[in-house]
């Protein structure tokens, strides 16, 4: 089936250092790749997605690759804020299985930065 | 404007009772899912619909039940509710991108 490893957490940086968090996959065919990210009490928002081979996902200064060869979507900030204490997910949606098409989560990894 | 909502935002109840968590989507999607969220963060699927038909039921107990009377609702309802419901329960909708929108969560504790 399908599945998704992330690093785990917690992971404790202070503000602008860099981040990243690892995230590979195991799935059928060609997944499209998502971080999410979740804040304290809030649901959660997507952050970022790469729908094939090669592409480049990036918003608000994280990034993520897509790596084919290596089954990898390792999300990636140059320098982070306070601001991006959240909880991450690496997600993939590919076919589960009797016809559905699923997103399948990581564990998260808790990010914390400290000033 | 919301785009996934979720109410109530925190249902507190004792167990055995029977609740209902209520869940609209304004962005016109054919598909819709219920989440749980345990203690630990752990994010797993319970049911989608698309366009008012089940398509995935994850070996969830039939005391929780969805409910959607039309494609922008899906409503969850669980009856004789045990301590191990207690969790956070995220509905989402998907469009034809393959991402999810998630709506805020609702906060479900049984004591």
Redesign the interface.
Known sequence: GNSVTQMEGPVTLSEEAFLTINCTYTATGYP?L?W?V?YPG?????LL?A?KADDKGSNKGFEATYRKETTSFHLEKGSVQVSDSA?Y?CAL?AY?GA?????T?G??T?LSVIP | DTAVSQTPKYLVTQMGNDKSIKCEQNLGHDTMYWYKQDSKKFLKIMFSYNNKELIINETVPNRFSPKSPDKAHLNLHINSLELGDSAVYFCASRGLGHEQFFGPGTRLTVL
Do not use: A, H, P, R
């Open positions: 499209s998502f999410y979740q809030e649901g959660l928002q997507l997605k729908t909880v997910f949606f589960s016809g559905s098409y699923q997103l989560f564990k998260g808790k």
